[in-house]
T-cell receptor, first 112, second 113 residues
Framework: GENVGLHLPTLSVQEGDNSIINCAYS??????FIWYKQESGKGPQFIID?????DKRQGQRVTVLLNKTVKHLSLQIAATQPGDSAVYFC???????????FGKGTKLSVKP | DSGVTQTPKHLITATGQRVTLRCSPR?????VYWYQQSLDQGLQFLIQ???????AKGNILERFSAQQFPDLHSELNLSSLELGDSALYFC????????????FGSGTRLTVV
């Protein structure tokens, strides 16, 4: 199965370059944010999360930056690889029970 | 394999019909979430269950219903299907309610013709 979202914004990068994917979230009361990666034919896969009391969090090759002033979230991928090609979604918590509000997604295409 | 199992993977049905989508959560997880992913709406939260009880409801149509059984598997029932219901339906699970880093299944692709 293919990914949904034929009209997604697309970011095209060269293998080895750094990628930056941006997201504007909707609710200033949200206090938890997650980035998900969705490959073709698969469900979203957790990449990294950040709480609102932080402005930066690093994982393996990925960094998430949070700017609460302008309600902006970004995902930086270092040394982008062909396997990073996917659709990336940001998500924010919508309530105490665990449901999330997802952004529209950005398609990352890595050129070898 | 994420550990969350969804069946069937693909479903093609006619307008007006009713279908049931099934989800088995990851072993040990008590909370199940259903999401709909369509071309124009992206990923939309439908409903959440925790240990058999409904805990949160999102943009779920009245034609849709769900339940979680004592063995913790969940079913999403879609009735009086319309063309616009064609979408990917994902189930996710987490250990407890309020746990956001949950695991998604591979989804059921529903096509209504």
């Amino acid at each position: 199965g293919e990914n949904v979202g034929l009209h997604l914004p697309t970011l095209s990068v060269q293998e080895g370059d750094n990628s930056i994917i941006n997201c504007a979230y909707s609710n200033s009361a949200s206090d938890y944010f997650i980035w998900y990666k969705q490959e073709s034919g698969k469900g979203p896969q957790f990449i990294i999360d950040i709480r609102s009391n932080m402005d930066k969090r690093q994982g393996q090759r990925v960094t998430v930056l949070l700017n609460k002033t302008v309600k902006h979230l970004s995902l930086q991928i270092a040394a982008t690889q062909p396997g990073d090609s996917a659709v990336y979604f940001c998500a924010e918590n919508a309530g105490s029970q665990g449901n999330l509000i997802f952004g529209k997604g950005t398609k990352l295409s890595v050129k070898p | 394999d994420s550990g969350v199992t969804q069946t069937p993977k693909h479903l093609i049905t006619a307008t007006g019909q009713r279908v049931t989508l099934r989800c088995s959560p990851r072993s040990g997880d008590l909370s199940v979430y259903w999401y709909q992913q369509s071309l124009d709406q992206g990923l939309q939260f439908l409903i959440q269950y925790y240990n058999g009880e409904e805990r949160a409801k999102g943009n779920i149509l009245e034609r849709f219903s769900a339940q979680q059984f004592p063995d913790l598997h969940s079913e999403l029932n879609l009735s009086s299907l319309e063309l616009g219901d064609s979408a990917l339906y994902f189930c996710a699970s987490s250990l407890r309610t309020g746990s956001y880093g949950y695991t998604f299944g591979s989804g059921t692709r529903l096509t209504v013709v």
